[in-house]
């Protein structure tokens, strides 16, 4: 399996607290992705990393920020937790090359009450 | 922009008989497309891919996808299926070239097989 945690799996939290997520890879590569999958929708980009400070929107990234300090670190933060952020988020990674697949981290079940 | 269909949410099949699971695609330019298998409580893997060549691509556990560029389809299917494949499985689309890979996915097709 590709070298790829994430914290907390699991995380209970109330409207407008911030919260951070972290995923961390031991892979040295070069992107890194933030996914949330909900019923009916699949996944779903948020944000994304092509280097270490280099991040880009996805398809759903309002209300979250991102922060690449360093090439294993990839930081997904909502600054002000709503409801409708319940959901399991997913990183994933992948190398130079643009064929190259994506691995993906085992998830973070959050949940926004 | 591209989107992905996935035209059934669950499929359930008898153990050993044959299972297709569809999927259509939509883009205005030339795409990557993928296949994910999601066992539960796991994350996602990566079952196959088409990037170029051959339209018919395999899995080394006996799927097969084809992709059919006028009908903008890449089903799965498996001509005997196991307990084993039991899973929730993800047709996926990214824009063709260089970069980072920005993949759209479908809804989910939910694989269950009975005994």
């Known amino acids: 399996d590709a070298g790829i945690t994430q914290s907390p799996r699991h995380k209970v939290t109330e409207t407008g607290t911030p919260v951070t997520l972290r995923c961390h890879q031991t892979?040295?590569?070069?992107?890194m992705y933030w996914y949330r999958q909900d019923p009916g929708h699949g996944l779903r980009l948020i944000h994304y990393?092509?280097?270490?400070?280099?991040?880009d929107k996805g398809e759903v990234s309002d209300g979250y920020s991102v922060s690449r300090s360093k090439t294993e670190d990839f930081l997904l933060t909502l600054e002000s937790a709503t409801s409708s952020q319940t959901s399991v988020y997913f990183c994933?990674?992948?190398?130079?090359?643009?064929?190259?697949?994506?691995?993906f981290g085992p998830g973070t079940r959050l949940t926004v009450l | 922009a591209q989107s992905v269909t996935q035209l059934d949410s669950q499929v359930p099949v008898f153990e050993e008989a044959p299972v297709e699971l569809r999927c259509n695609y939509s883009?205005?330019?030339?795409?990557?497309l993928f296949w994910y298998v999601q066992y539960p409580n796991q994350g996602l893997q990566l079952l196959l891919k088409?990037?170029?060549?051959?339209?018919l691509v395999e899995s080394i556990n006996g799927f097969e996808a084809e992709f059919n560029k006028s009908q903008t389809s890449f089903h799965l299917r498996k001509p005997s299926v196991h307990i084993s494949d039991t899973a929730e499985y993800f047709c996926?689309?990214?824009?063709?070239?260089?970069?980072?890979?920005?993949?759209?996915f479908g809804q989910g097709t939910r694989l269950t097989i009975n005994p």
């Open positions: 994933a990674i992948s190398g130079a090359g643009f064929h190259n697949e994506q691995f």
């Open positions: 892979e040295n590569h070069r992107y």
């Open positions: 990393s092509y280097g270490v400070k280099d991040t």
């Open positions: 883009s205005s330019v030339s795409v990557y």
């Open positions: 088409y990037l170029s060549g051959s339209t």
């Open positions: 996926a689309v990214s824009e063709s070239g260089q970069g980072a890979q920005k993949l759209v």
